[in-house]
């Protein structure tokens, strides 16, 4: 029996239990970095630092500030708040250590020292002074314990062997040799220009993401999350698919400006769980696709997990053209996880579960439906002509405003007798913005040591080199080497880091071979997700494994079930030109001709994976229907005739049985 097929949870009126919830949030902190939880005197000097970080960022949004001095202060504050919210071993998780408090100062010096006479720093870089090696090795060695507390040894590891590798270059064999770099060059390239931990990772965070971080905690603190899920759970209800539509269209709705997927896994989870369970959905099959929805939030407009922004800086597109270029590959993925949905229903028999609603629809849009607004406020501030950092200021603005339509929803900054200023709902929002950076920008800081030493060795060009010899100097074989490499980096690091690792490094063997680099950059990014749903590091099915207690494992083979459709587009992004119609290049033609026909392979595969159709399927007719869906995701003509006709076999063969069945 498979995992979909098992019994239900017995009793059906299931629960999230505090124990599930705290195991949930472990997931969480794994990916954001375990934070500590102060109190008195020291929360409130956590607090009003983090309070202040926030603010700063919103005057850069609209002030002149030069680069070099915004990237320096944003280092400079992500070491300060790091280092005194997050402890270097579980125990001190109640208290700040005295060595936490040494090193963030030091963190502080070693900006202070490069801003105070800039001109004459960076001039230097050639040949660094002793005070310059000094304070240029403390900030590498800041940035590798940094991320050792915020994503783990592994991560550091990655990061301390490209160090490793920029040293030992004259005693490796061809072709990965090279000169080799001393402390002093590396500093110099890491510390005292612009091209390394200051590069433009940390010039994204401390821009697009720092600013749509605290977008996200504005919109959290203002209850729009909340109020996602209640109209999800309303609007889908009366019908046996309601439990699974449910989490897609929440999933969608939340998923999008939060762009984080383990939180909007748990943040779902914690409600729609129970409603699962009473539809007929196992623990694994209810983890698996509250994970898969959770995975949406990272591919999903306009946050895209953070990579959007750094994939219009390494291309020099503007950030409209990303979201443009993500929206028909969200569609099609939140079409698949539908369809999946839709099939759950055939094939393990989902039940009706009635809206436990206490409001209609109608009357919770018109008192909560201003949160409507997080959806498009952006996108519509950039077509009337602001720019994406002017644009996210203002949708700031616009949300902290429309919370106050409610009272309960009110961001207010006035302290009352019984709320000090620092916990007043703004002041606790812009501090979830500026701790909700830290953890993304120490990872951009360490991508910039290794996009640094990726430079100055010439390695993206030898590795490059080595995929196209390995695959032959095929283009089919570049790709799926490439996705290879990719879901391997991922399994070490996190999405933003893998992104930005394989895009210096792999994304150059497709550039090599004809491809687009807008596409070869998408098609990167999209396999670097697959670091949510892959172990060791599969944080997502881990989280909902947690919360609806079901096995780990499986719940991240029901994760794969459900998302593999939507994971074989990217390659139709790379294999033919009219693949790039996907990204909303090309004719109008060539889009809409090859968006209906990977969608068409995306139901297939739906079917083939999930075994039914209109019945169950036989094993030919899952093989002709995942054979069918792989030929249509292809964009190739001979390829969309083959696989339409292998669709067309198995519909009519399924319509037969069906009919038969119908007088018994």
């Known amino acids: 029996m498979s995992t979909t097929e098992q019994q239900p949870l017995s009793p059906p009126e299931a629960v999230v239990d505090e124990a599930a919830r705290r195991k949930a949030e472990e997931y969480v ?13 020291t929360a409130a000097v956590a607090t009003w630092i983090a309070v202040a970080m926030s603010l700063y960022h919103l005057y850069a949004a609209y002030a002149i500030i030069p680069a070099h001095v915004l990237r320096a202060t944003h280092v400079g504050f992500v070491l300060l708040l790091l280092f005194l919210l997050f402890p270097a071993a579980p125990r001190w998780r109640s208290r700040i250590h005295w060595s936490d408090v040494v090193l963030a100062l030091l963190g502080v010096s070693t900006i202070a ?103 996200g905690a504005i919109l959290a603190a203002s209850g729009a999350g909340e109020f996602f899920i209640d109209f999800s759970l309303a609007v889908t209800g009366g019908k046996r698919a309601a439990a699974g539509r449910t989490i897609v269209l929440s999933s969608f709705l939340l998923g999008g400006p939060s762009g984080s997927g383990v939180a909007t ?22 983890g698996g696709l509250l994970a898969a929805g959770g995975l949406g939030a990272i591919i999903s407009p306009p946050v895209l997990g953070a990579a959007a922004f750094l994939i219009a800086e390494f291309l020099n597109l503007s950030y409209l053209d990303v979201i443009f270029m993500a929206t ?41 439906g201003f949160h409507f607004t997080s959806l498009f406020a952006i996108i519509a501030f950039m077509i009337y002509g602001f720019s994406p ?56 800081a360490a991508a910039g040591i290794i996009v640094g030493v990726v430079t100055l060795t010439g390695l993206g060009l030898k590795f490059s080199s080595i995929v196209i010899h390995l695959a032959g100097g095929s283009l089919l074989m570049t790709a799926v080497l490439t996705s290879l490499v990719v879901w391997i980096v991922g399994l070490a690091v996190p999405v933003t880091a893998s992104y930005i690792i394989c895009a210096v490094i792999a994304a150059p063997a497709l550039t090599k071979l004809g491809v687009p680099a807008f596409a070869a950059h998408m098609f990167v990014f999209y396999y670097a997700v697959l670091s949510e749903v892959s172990p060791p590091t599969a944080l997502s099915p881990f989280a909902a494994a947690a919360i609806t207690g079901g096995d780990p494992y499986k719940t991240t083979l029901q994760t794969w079930k459900y998302t593999l459709p939507a994971f074989l587009v990217p390659f139709a992004f790379v294999l033919d030109p009219a693949g790039v119609g996907l990204l909303l290049k090309g004719s109008v033609v060539d889009v ?62 399924q319509r037969l049985r069906v009919r038969a069945m119908v007088p018994a």
């Open 29 to 41: 902190e794994q990916e954001e970095g375990a934070s500590r939880k102060l109190e008195g005197k």
């Open 113 to 215: 020292y490069l801003l105070v006479d800039f001109d004459d720093f960076i001039e230097r870089a050639v040949t660094p002074t002793r005070l310059d090696l000094f304070f240029g090795v403390a900030l590498i060695l800041l940035v590798l314990e940094g991320v050792r507390r915020t994503s783990g040894l592994v991560m550091m590891g990655v990061v301390a062997s490209f160090l490793g590798y920029a040293f030992v270059g004259p005693w490796l064999p061809p072709p990965w040799t090279h000169r080799g770099y001393d402390v002093e060059r590396l500093v110099g390239q890491l510390y005292m220009t612009l091209e390394g931990i200051f590069g433009s990772p940390i010039d994204v965070s401390a821009t697009f993401i720092t600013l749509f971080t605290i977008y």
């Open 265 to 286: 896994t748990v943040t779902i989870g914690s409600v729609a769980w129970p409603m699962l369970a009473r539809a007929g959905y196992e623990r694994n099959a209810a």
């Open 328 to 368: 028909i590959p969200t569609l099609l993925y939140y079409f698949g996880l539908f369809l999946m949905v839709e099939l759950d229903v055939r094939k393990i028999g989902v039940r009706e579960v009635p809206p436990k609603r206490r409001e209609g629809i109608w009357a919770m849009v018109k008192e909560r």
């Open 389 to 444: 950092i002017i644009s996210v200021f203002w949708a700031i603005l616009l949300a902290a405003a429309l919370s106050y339509v409610r009272k309960d929803t009110a961001l207010t900054f006035l302290p009352t007798r019984h709320t000090p200023l620092h916990r007043t709902r703004m002041a606790k929002a812009l501090e979830a913005g500026a701790i909700g950076v830290v953890s993304v920008a120490v990872t951009c």
């Open 592 to 653: 809409i001709h090859v968006t209906l026909t990977a969608a068409l392979g995306i139901a297939a595969l739906a079917c083939g994976t999930q075994g039914w159709m209109f019945t169950r399927t036989s094993l030919l007719e899952r093989v002709m229907l995942v054979a069918a869906g792989l030929l249509l995701v292809y964009p190739a003509t001979w390829a969309d005739l083959a696989g339409a006709a292998l669709v067309a076999i198995p519909v009519v063969m």
